[in-house]
Nanobody, 124 residues
Framework: QLQLVESGGGLVQPGESLKLSCTGS????????IAWFRQFPGKEREGLSC?????DTRNYADSRFTISRDITKNTAYLQMNILRPEDTAVYYC????????????????????WGQGTQVTVSS
């Protein structure tokens, strides 16, 4: 399993933007699919977006969220725009080098490496 680290969360006001980062030692993004999930209290993790090993993206949420990556920095990103209070959650990145490294997925069970999560709070 890979060890992933998310960063970039915090407290923002409604309408503002945040860019989350996900990196890890030896991540090798051109062999790995990275997905972003979020989790509300008492709920299961929901898939937001995924970028496969080829750089193709899948968006499972609304268009306010955009996934990207920088292979030279070994880092994947989630750009979140026009944030709303209902976006308040813990955000996780996940990785897969196997079956889903090309297909991607929005199901948490399909990823075997996870970060610790970063809290995003949207409040005025």
């Amino acid at each position: 399993q890979l060890q992933l680290v998310e960063s970039g969360g915090g407290l923002v006001q409604p309408g503002e933007s945040l860019k989350l980062s996900c990196t890890g030692s030896g991540l090798m993004l051109d062999y790995t699919a990275i997905a972003w999930f979020r989790q509300f209290p008492g709920k299961e993790r929901e898939g937001l977006s995924c970028i496969n090993r080829n750089g193709d993206t899948r968006n499972y949420a609304d268009s306010r969220f955009t996934i990207s990556r920088d292979i030279t920095k070994n880092t994947a990103y989630l750009q979140m725009n026009i944030l709303r209070p209902e976006d308040t959650a813990v955000y996780y990145c996940a990785a897969d080098r196997g079956y889903y490294s090309d297909l991607c997925s929005d199901a948490a069970r399909d990823f075997d490496s996870w970060g610790q999560g970063t809290q995003v709070t949207v409040s005025s």
